[in-house]
Nanobody, 123 residues
């Protein structure tokens, strides 16, 4: 079956960095657009970043642009999110997701989801 397993979350001080990883299995990874989403307590899940099947195109939410970098390794079936200059408002559960849509417009275009990893940024 399809599995997306996130790792790398944790507690970090404001201004620090974390690198999240997501390992995929059960899908032809190189055929899927991959995305990262996050959900803070009491808030709706929101888009963070996505990367095209080849890795050549990336797209970011305005709130993370210039601080976060999404990348993928199709040989290893992994997608990563490098998060720098973290802020307390980045605190959330982060999810990776896979979409068979080349340019997914929203979370409903993503058919597979991981279980999430907690990121907590202290001030």
């Amino acid at each position: 079956q399809v599995q997306l397993v996130e790792s790398g979350g944790g507690l970090v001080q404001a201004g620090g960095s974390l690198r999240l990883s997501c390992a995929a299995s059960g899908i032809t990874f190189s055929a899927y657009t991959m995305g990262w989403f996050r959900q803070a307590p009491g808030k709706e899940r929101e888009f963070v970043a996505r990367i095209s099947v080849s890795g050549g195109n990336t797209y970011y939410a305005d709130s993370v642009k210039g601080r976060f970098t999404i990348s993928r390794d199709n040989a290893k079936n992994t997608v990563s999110l490098q998060m720098n200059s973290l802020k307390p408002e980045d605190t959330a559960v982060y999810y990776c997701a896979a979409s068979s849509v080349l340019a997914p417009l929203n979370q409903y275009h993503y058919g597979y989801w991981g279980q999430g990893t907690q990121v907590t940024v202290s001030s």
